[in-house]
C-alpha cells in the first residue's frame, strides 16, 4: 500500500474512532476505509497480472530462474492483497452494524471471503511455480489447472458480487460509490 493510503487509512481509522455517536457518520467513515484498501487491492491485481505475464513468457522461453523470480514477486504481491482484502472485511464487517446497510455490507463481506478463497489459490500456483518452475512433475502441472480453475470459479462471481455491494452500500450511506470501470463506462452518465 502508498502512503498516501496508509494515511488515509490512519485518517479513517482515527475518525471511526473517534466518529461521535452518529451510526451512519461512523459507517461512511468505515466505508472510506474499504474504499482505501479496495483501491489498494486493484493496484496490486494489475501488478499481480502483469507478474503472471512476466511468469508466462519465462515459462515460454523455458527460463526456470526467471519464472521462480516472477512467482516470488507474485507471491509478496498475493501476499499484499490478502492484507488489503482483510481490511476490506473488517470494514464491511464493521459496517454491518449500521443496521439501514447491513445486508449490503454481509453481501459485501461474502463476496470478499469469496474472493479470498479465489486469491489462496493464486497463492497456491505461486508457490509451485517456485517448487517447480517448468512444472517438470506431472502431479503440479495437474494441480496448477485444478487451482487455475478453483480461482475462476471463486474470484469471477465474487468480483461481480462486490461490485453490486459496494454500489448499493454507497447508495445506503449517501457516499459516492467507488469508481468501478465495468459499471461506470457501461452505465455513462446512467447512475
Known sequence: MNIAATAAVSLCLAAAACGGDDPKERAQARFEEYRVAASGQSDAEQEL??????????????DPRAVAAAAERGSSTAARMQ????AEITAAVAIAEYEPAAEHARALADALRRSG????AVQEQLAIAVRDPLLHERANEEQVRRLSAQSLRHSVPAAFARRRAARELALVLDVEP???TMFDLSLGSRR
Open 49 to 62: 497480472g502483469k507478474t503472471f505475464r512476466q511468469l508466462a513468457r519465462a515459462a515460454g522461453e523455458r
Open 83 to 86: 492484507q488489503l482484502l482483510n
Open 117 to 120: 478463497v479465489g486469491l489462496r
Open 178 to 180: 467507488p469508481f468501478d
